[in-house]
């Protein structure tokens, strides 16, 4: 069925970056688009990037571009989202998740959060 | 959100309710809808995909329909455990990505 387990989380000064990490087992990530989202304290959820099966971003949400960027591992079946220049804004819990079909995200990390704070 | 849904609903347990989800030809009308359980402090779950299809595990009380921009999440025999946040996601032509509705709370009385 697979798993997926986000790391990396913290608190980070304002302007401050932060890299987090997205482990996959029982599946391959090269075969699977993969979605970053989050979720501000009180807020809905956001979906932030969206990766191909090749392992390109195809999709950046304004609120991220040119801030965030996604890469991969194939060797150790990893996502990884690098977060730069972070404002109190980012303030959330990031959750990758697998798309099992047509943004059907079947499964999902347990989320990590980034607490960014003077 | 370009997906507005109700910020809460009520029912009491038993009984049935209805969530919407309201788009336009960019997102809903021209893709598939899917629709999300988030509890607090867990992973948020998938209860359908392609507008009405129930991945495994998902009791039959959970039903989707979609009819041009809008899609409706159906849940029937209402149990205290449903007690949730339930967001509707599709893609999004113009942002080449996905989204998320606002999120609806749903309370079983």
């Known amino acids: 069925q697979g798993h997926l387990v986000e790391s990396g989380g913290g608190l980070v000064k304002p302007g401050g970056s932060l890299r987090l990490s997205c482990a996959a087992s029982?599946?391959?990530?090269?075969?699977?688009?993969m979605s970053w989202i989050r979720q501000a304290p009180g807020k809905g959820l956001e979906f932030i990037l969206y990766?191909?099966?090749?392992?390109?971003?195809?999709y950046y949400a304004d609120s991220v571009k040119g801030r965030f960027t996604s890469s991969r591992d194939t060797a150790s079946n990893s996502l990884y989202l690098q977060l730069n220049s972070l404002s109190p804004d980012d303030t959330s819990v990031y959750y990758c998740?697998?798309?099992?079909?047509?943004?059907?995200?079947?499964?999902w990390g347990q989320g990590t959060l980034v607490t960014v704070s003077s | 959100s370009v997906l507005t849904q109700p910020p809460s609903v009520s029912a009491a347990p038993g009984q049935k309710v209805t969530i919407s989800c309201s788009g336009s030809s960019s997102n809903i009308g021209n893709n598939y809808v899917s629709w999300y359980q988030h509890l607090p402090g867990t992973a948020p779950k998938l209860l359908i995909y392609?507008?009405?299809k129930r991945p495994s595990g998902i009791p039959d009380r959970f039903s989707g329909s979609k009819s041009g921009t809008s899609a409706t999440l159906g849940i029937t025999g209402l149990q205290t455990g449903d007690e949730a946040v339930y967001y509707c996601?599709?893609?999004?032509?113009?942002?080449?990505?996905?989204?998320f509705g606002g999120g609806t709370k749903l309370t079983v009385l």
């Open positions: 392609d507008n009405n």
């Open positions: 990766i191909s099966n090749s392992g390109e971003t195809i």
């Open positions: 996601a599709t893609k999004d032509s113009s942002l080449t990505g996905g989204v």
């Open positions: 029982g599946f391959t990530l090269r075969g699977n688009y």
């Open positions: 998740a697998r798309d099992f079909n047509n943004l059907g995200l079947d499964l």
